[in-house]
């Protein structure tokens, strides 16, 4: 099956860019999202990419998506202590049943 | 604004107890789903249901039932608690199975004494 890793953790100062990676096995999916997760709470839908899009900017978030790689990024640019999280990639894969795949989450630290 | 809620933020269970967790949405949303977050291993998928009285195992079914007699609600059960399921529970729901955005609840922590 699909399989979606990322790695654990990232720690980045305030003002700088983060950059969250994702990489993937399956190619076929039509969505990839990014979640985010503050602590003790649900997760809330960043942004997402169309598999057919190679890249989308929403205000400070840009997403990149290399299909060749099965690589998907998200760059949040001027990171703020209010952007630490668990950041999940998840894809909606192959199976048409509405699943998602989720990574495994990376916690971004921001220290001022 | 999509609502999915679950019934408890917190819950402690002792062992051999059967649990039951509650989620609702609000959209009429077809698809719901529960999943199983734990450190390092990020969200597995329990069960989901794509239609009443309708479900399909997911990655981790092992110890768990479901329950969705109307649209807007599906219930986890554990049919006998265990330590080792003491973990976060999520709840999502989306659209079809074609507009796969998921919305999530807020989560339940379950610990198992």
């Known amino acids: 099956g699909e399989d979606v890793e990322q790695s654990l953790f990232l720690s980045v100062r305030e003002g700088d860019s983060s950059v969250i990676n994702c990489t993937y096995t399956?190619?076929?999916?039509?969505?990839l999202y990014w979640y985010k997760q503050e602590p003790g709470a649900g997760l809330q839908l960043l942004t997402y990419?169309?598999?057919?899009?190679d890249m989308k900017q929403d205000q400070r978030l840009t997403v990149l998506l290399n299909k060749k790689d099965k690589h998907l990024s998200l760059r949040i640019a001027d990171t703020q202590t209010g952007d630490s999280a668990i950041y999940f990639c998840?894809?909606?894969?192959?199976?048409?049943?509405?699943?998602?795949?989720f990574g495994q989450g990376t916690t971004l630290q921001v220290k001022p | 604004d999509v609502k999915v809620t679950q019934s408890s933020r917190y819950l402690v269970k002792r062992t051999g107890e059967k649990v039951f967790l509650e989620c609702v949405q609000d959209?009429?949303?077809?698809?719901m789903f529960w999943y199983r977050q734990d450190p390092g291993l990020g969200l597995r998928l329990i069960y989901f249901?794509?239609?009443?009285?309708?479900?399909e195992k997911g990655d981790i079914p092992e110890g768990y039932s479901v329950s969705r007699e109307k649209k807007e609600r599906f219930s986890l059960i554990l049919e006998s608690a265990s330590t080792n399921q003491t973990s976060m529970y999520l709840c999502?729901?989306?659209?079809?199975?074609?507009?796969?955005?998921?919305?999530f609840g807020q989560g339940t922590r379950l610990t198992v004494v």
């Open positions: 399956d190619s076929s999916s039509t969505y």
């Open positions: 990419i169309f598999s057919n899009m």
């Open positions: 998840a894809l909606d894969g192959s199976s048409n049943t509405g699943k998602l795949i």
């Open positions: 999502a729901s989306s659209r079809t199975p074609q507009n796969t955005e998921a919305f």
């Open positions: 249901s794509y239609d009443v009285k309708m479900k």
């Open positions: 959209m009429d949303h077809e698809n």
